[in-house]
């Protein structure tokens, strides 16, 4: 099995994990070659996460609020700071 190149990027891992579902949807591979390439899918889904953890983190580092100031926030939605002050406008 090998493994997935650190340096491999996210549209690059995700067209390869996009080429080795549609030939196992396909039927166009035997039995074995489906468990290999099945494990390397699992790696580069597992890569894909780790980019977008890592974007995560890096955006959730710049983000700024109304004054100019670092401020962490949330992916979830707005939180109930952000809704009270919006109906205090």
Not at 46 to 69: N, S, V
Request: a negative charge; one cysteine or more; glycine letters at 4%.
């Amino acid at each position: 099995m090998a493994k997935v190149p650190r340096k491999l990027k996210y549209e690059e891992a995700l067209e390869r994990l996009d080429a080795i579902v549609a030939a196992m949807e396909a039927g166009e591979i035997g039995i074995e070659e489906s468990i290999t390439k099945y494990e390397e899918a699992m790696q580069l889904a597992a890569h894909c996460r780790q980019i977008l953890d890592q974007a995560e983190q890096r955006i959730r580092k710049i983000q700024l609020d109304a004054e100019g100031q670092p401020k962490l926030t949330s992916f979830d939605g707005p939180t109930e700071e952000a809704s009270d002050s919006a109906d205090e406008d």
